[in-house]
């Protein structure tokens, strides 16, 4: 299908695309269209006014910001998975991007554009929630930083206003952590019907701490803390984390559809769960 008429603004500056948000009663961001466009495709949204902010070179690139890396909204899924920082200091997004759809996607799609998109299954929404990621949104009154724990409100909704724009992301070195990301599809480059995003820190050959992000196993990415508790001391073998792995569906109401049902999702849950931090304590 063709999309419905729209104007369009292409902003070189953040400044500018907030002026245009505030001025406008219908309008919507778009970066690296991956999200979008499909959107506007099947008329499913017809907004007024298109606000690209794809040119606004300050919102692209990964620093270091000492005990944090900064990534900023416009950095593509393929910088973020050939950057050494991120490698170094936050493995489990360069596992995660390594799994998120296909070269051609990777190259367009933008980090940030994906998380503010939110859909429940995509593939980076539970690694961000698992290192404890901060949003840095800026709106018209200012600038404010949302903790990961508040970002993903619902389903395809985040804490970024309809007059704001996500402009980077500030991720916790885990250095030395291992990772892992365990995605079950049918068929390559689908979207996960479920997903494990793990990254543990080994002590003395047992596990010290670990994180868990669960994909599409409800309307918002969720963290599998009754895993992470009990993991705390186990051996980091499969046979080792299988019993913390049976608490990964915990509090989680997954969807029912094509792809499976609620009780098949939960019980992949923790398989992948047992599969991923095994792998993460191997790297």
Do not use: C
């Amino acid at each position: 299908m063709i999309p419905a008429q729209f104007d369009y603004l292409a902003p070189t500056s953040l400044e500018e695309a907030l002026a245009a948000l505030a001025e406008s009663d219908d309008a919507k961001v778009i970066a690296g269209g991956q999200s979008l466009l499909p959107v506007l495709r099947m008329r499913l949204n017809a907004p007024e006014l298109v606000i690209d902010i794809g040119k606004i070179d300050a919102l692209r690139g990964v620093r270091d910001d000492g005990d944090a890396l900064v990534i900023g909204a416009l950095t593509t899924h393929h910088e973020l998975l050939n950057d050494p920082l991120v490698a170094e200091h936050a493995l489990l997004l360069t596992k995660a991007a390594h799994e998120l759809a296909d070269p051609q996607i990777r190259h367009l799609g933008t980090f940030g554009g994906a998380l503010v998109h939110a859909d429940p299954a995509g593939d980076l929404g539970a690694p961000v929630l698992a290192l404890g990621a901060e949003f840095v949104i800026a709106g018209s009154g200012g600038t404010r930083t949302v903790g990961a724990d508040d970002f993903f409100v619902d389903l395809f909704e985040t804490a970024v206003g309809e007059d704001e724009i996500l402009t980077e992301v500030r991720v916790p070195k885990r250095s030395g952590w291992g990772a892992h990301y365990e995605k079950f599809v049918r068929v390559a480059h689908q979207w996960p019907i479920v997903a494990v995003a793990a990254t543990v820190r080994l002590d003395g050959g047992s596990i010290a701490e670990a994180r868990i992000g669960l994909t599409n196993m409800g309307s918002i990415p969720l963290r599998a803390r009754g895993v992470e508790q009990a993991l705390v001391g186990a051996s980091p073998s499969e046979d080792g984390v299988a019993a913390a792995a049976e608490r990964a569906a915990e509090g989680t109401s997954p969807p029912s559809d094509l792809n499976g049902s609620s009780e098949y999702r939960q019980h992949l849950a923790k398989v992948l769960t047992r599969r991923a931090v095994a792998a993460a304590a191997r790297h």
